[in-house]
């Protein structure tokens, strides 16, 4: 049996059973992560599984079952229990639910890869690490660490509109980390972001990352920031670089435009949504400035894909756009309940799992202006960036995040370095509060989404430049 022979066999035995409509999905991931610490490799982990997944629609209700082999048998086993368990969550009486209009296709997809990241030496990658660990520790980090991950996914799907699209997408990336221990304080400096950048790329981005030539700066700061002056607390213009405004994205706009939230589907693990449907077209969300997209055609960004877990392609798209929120991230069935023409960005994080709607790149366009130039027209300001914490309510409305690192602004200059910077907000006035953005984009990837019960870990990707924001509270008040 062929990969797509199994999953034919699948969806022919669900709707046999009486499934109005199946799909399957046969998923190979392989998985290999490395970790080391002052100097030493301390983790090696390599991991591989396939099996199939196979998803059935009777009345108003989903029924799935995966099961980790690919015989004719289990295959139509596999369907025919997808479609009793949705027989029996049938009985309880629902809605409707109809499926978004999608053109079956036969296709292929690939992300683009230079350097197959599993074919380069373990030499090679251990050396990377311990040599930007042994940098750090040399230059004062009391704990210097290094991580790099690449997953090598190929999926095949088959459903009963006749699709058969098989894909493969490869996923790696890498950081690393320095930490200092004081009198009563400890500080972390990371490059080039709190675990790591990821793409779907080759080994060719680690490279590009040139870990080792970061490895002293990044320990010296860690140390500095122990005798840094606290950030002060109170409101002032707040500029967020790059990385952190990502992490900002991802939290207040694309957990919260995630329709199966909206529709309250989705709660049990972390929350709904603030926003109301009956506001999709007119609700300002943002400033002028705000425009985000959702966009899974970008390459190289980790929430990259040529078509989803329900083989709908991929296709950009606007969430907001001037300010106004005008998209959602959805599913077939989402979207048909939401009387929404769209669907796109539903997967699942192997093949064991139902597949739900998840972010893909979801980022903000790029502004008119610079970082420098940003800087220069703030009188006075705060400049924070690099994750270090984050908290929301379970609306994605209220939320606080601290950073790793900030910068005095006075008078158009950087100056002294502040430590524990934090930021508090809700949502749709701070983002109305951003009135200057940059051109200086990055695709910053996110490899650990959580969301759904059993949970399920995404890979998402965020395109951000550095913004101000005007009147932000920052800092603790004693």
Known sequence: MTEFDAAAAAVQAALDAGARYADARVMHRRY??????????????????????????????????????????AARDAGRRATRTAMASARVPGPPVDLVPVQAVTASWASGCQIDPLGVPLSDKGDLLVDATRTMAEHGADLAEGLYQIWDTAKWFVSSEGHRIDQRIRECGGGISATSIGDGETQRRSWPSYRGQYGTTGWELVESLDLAA?????AEESRALLTAPPCPAGETDLILGGEQLALQIHESVGHAIELDRILGWEAAFAGTSWLDLAQLGSLRYGSELMNITVDPTIPGALGSFGFD????????????????????????????????????????????????????????????????????????????????SWSIDDKRLNFQ????????????????????????????????????????????????????????????????????????RVGVSA
């Open 309 to 388: 877990d329900e083989g709908s392609p991929a296709v950009k798209r606007d969430a907001v756009r001037d300010g106004r929120w005008v998209g959602v991230l959805a599913g077939r069935d989402s979207a048909a309940m939401a009387s929404l023409d769209y669907g796109g960005s539903v997967r699942a994080d192997g093949w064991a799992r139902l597949p739900m709607v998840r972010m893909t790149n979801v980022g903000l366009e790029p502004g008119p202006h610079t970082l420098d130039e940003i800087i220069a027209a703030t009188d006075d300001g705060v400049l924070m960036d690099l994750n270090r």
């Open 401 to 472: 995040f601290g950073c790793e690192v900030g910068w005095e602004i006075k008078k158009g200059r950087r100056g002294r370095m502040l430590r524990n910077p934090t930021y508090t907000g809700i949502g749709p006035l701070f983002w109305r509060s951003m009135d200057m953005l940059s051109s200086e984009t990055v695709s910053w990837g996110t490899p650990n989404c959580g969301k759904g019960q059993p949970g399920q870990v995404g890979h998402t990707g965020h395109p951000a430049a550095p913004a101000r924001f005007r009147n932000v």
């Open 32 to 73: 290999e992560s490395m970790t080391a610490r002052n100097g030493d490799v301390e983790e090696l982990t390599q991991d591989e599984s396939i099996g199939l997944g196979v998803r059935a629609l009777v009345g108003a209700s989903w029924g799935f079952h995966a099961v980790p082999d690919l015989s004719d048998a």
């Open 214 to 218: 970061h490895a002293a700066q990044i």
